[in-house]
Structure formats: C-alpha cells, structure tokens
Nanobody
Framework: VQLQASGGGLVQAGGSLRLSCAAS????????MGWFRQAPGKEREFVAA????????IYADAVKGRFAVSKNSGENTAYLQLNSVKPEDTAVYYC???????????????WGQGTLVTVSS
C-alpha cells in the first residue's frame, strides 16, 4: 500500500482546509491511519490518529477541538479536517499507517509524501 496526501495550500487564520490521504490499495481493518506535521526547523509531531476498524480517534492537545479525522472506506481515503487554523499550524502534513494505535511516529511503517499547509495571519 502507498499513501498519497493532498489538499494543502494557503489559508487565512481562522479558515478551514481538508487534507486527503488516498491509499493505492486496501486499507486493512487492523490499520491505524495517523497524521503528523513538520514545521520548518522543528521535529515531526503527532497530530491525530484513527483506527480504521472502528474510527476511534486520538488528537494532539494543540489541535483537539479544531481538527477532525474521518474516512471513506469505499475509496480507501482518510481525511484530516482543519478548522480555526492558526499560523502555528503551518507545516508539511503527512499521513501514515501503523498497526499500533499510537502517537509515536516510529510505529508507523507506511508514509505519504506530505502536503504543505501555510496559514497566513
């Protein structure tokens, strides 16, 4: 399975954006789809994750209540909805797959190429 992230772009502070993560093959029910981001000069950080089987989710404190993950099983696509964005949300956003319901990037073994989100103030 390969992952392709898309949907990034320029958005004003307070606005919304939806990122997509399309899988080239079937996403197994045992998978966990995660979202991470990396801002310039900073380490990659966890954003959110969702169990594919039951849509249980976990979020980083920095995005809780503003971002939401969802999926379309039929299209093997995961989504990250970004609402009320802030300049500090500016980063390259990555989707990834794991079999662990975890915030640890080292546990994710399939990574998409990233999509840039820029939030203007």
């Amino acid at each position: 399975v390969q992952l392709q992230a898309s949907g990034g772009g320029l958005v004003q502070a307070g606005g919304s954006l939806r990122l997509s993560c399309a899988a080239s093959g079937r996403i197994y029910s045992s998978y966990v789809m995660g979202w991470f981001r990396q801002a310039p000069g900073k380490e990659r950080e966890f954003v959110a994750a969702m169990r594919w089987s039951n849509t249980n989710t976990i979020y980083a404190d920095a995005v809780k209540g503003r971002f939401a993950v969802s999926k379309n099983s039929g299209e093997n696509t995961a989504y990250l909805q970004l609402n009320s964005v802030k300049p500090e949300d500016t980063a390259v956003y990555y989707c990834a797959a794991s079999i662990q319901f975890t915030r640890e990037p080292n546990e994710y073994f399939i990574w998409g190429q990233g999509t840039l989100v820029t939030v203007s103030s």
